[in-house]
T-cell receptor
Framework: GQNIDQPTEMTATEGAIVQINCTYQTSGFNGLFWYQQHAGEAPTFLSY??LDGLEEKGRFSSFLSRSKGYSYLLLKELQMKDSASYLC?????????????WGLGTSLAVNP | GAVVSQHPSWVICKSGTSVKIECRSL??????MFWYRQFPKQSLMLMAT?????????EQGVEKDKFLINHASLTLSTLTVTSAHPEDSSFYICSARQTEVGNQPQHFGDGTRLSIL
């Protein structure tokens, strides 16, 4: 089957660093995405990993280990506006339709 | 670039009404679009994959006669909720990918909040 696990909730302090983990077991692997979703809004794309290693984009970084079926999203210098749900999603296979398998999301609360 | 427009953003209507939601890729062509629904505090649930010029592919448990999908052009897909009932009230979101090659992310519309009275 297809399964993606991430913590349900996390809390952090403004200015701190937080790491959101994601593990996956899928029938194949053709890339992993991280999305941010604020309450009542649609998801917005944050990052993409297909090869092992760290991808850095400003305050956000994403890491992938394909052998371990593991990724994390690292948020630095947290701001109040980073309070949102963070969704991990995997593309199991290549092909035209290439639908995503979604995790349930991690709700991050940033406190002052 | 990669802007997806979804309309309407909010619909309130009586039970038994059919509701059409439009999803447009504004600055790119999308042979494939995706339709999701999301209940409060739950994750995205893929309903169907919309394919330009052919029939949509529905996920297990999604009634294709209830949720009609039309993808008549490379920039427009529509979802019609037929004879909507209160249990159909949800947040419906479409997405599209900019290209079928490479690993482009799905870009989402702003979503449609549907409330059936």
């Amino acid at each position: 089957g297809q399964n993606i696990d991430q913590p349900t909730e996390m809390t952090a302090t403004e200015g701190a660093i937080v790491q959101i983990n994601c593990t996956y077991q899928t029938s194949g692997f053709n890339g992993l995405f991280w999305y941010q979703q604020h309450a009542g809004e649609a998801p917005t794309f944050l990052s993409y990993n297909v090869l092992d290693g760290l991808e850095e984009k400003g305050r956000f970084s994403s890491f992938l280990s394909r052998s371990k079926g593991y990724s994390y999203l690292l948020l630095k210098e947290l701001q109040m506006k980073d309070s949102a749900s963070y969704l991990c999603a995997v593309t199991p296979r290549a092909g035209n339709n290439r639908k995503l398998i979604w995790g349930l999301g991690t709700s991050l609360a940033v406190n002052p | 670039g990669a802007v997806v427009s979804q309309h309407p953003s909010w619909v309130i209507c009586k039970s038994g009404t059919s509701v059409k939601i439009e999803c447009r890729s504004l600055d790119f062509q999308a042979t494939t679009m995706f339709w999701y629904r999301q209940f409060p505090k739950q994750s995205l649930m893929l309903m169907a994959t919309s394919n330009e010029g052919s029939k949509a592919t529905y996920e297990q448990g999604v009634e294709k006669d209830k949720f009609l999908i039309n993808h008549a052009s490379l920039t427009l897909s529509t979802l019609t909720v037929t004879s909507a009932h209160p249990e159909d009230s949800s947040f419906y979101i479409c997405s599209a990918r900019q290209t079928e090659v490479g690993n482009q992310p799905q870009h989402f519309g702003d979503g449609t909040r549907l409330s059936i009275l």
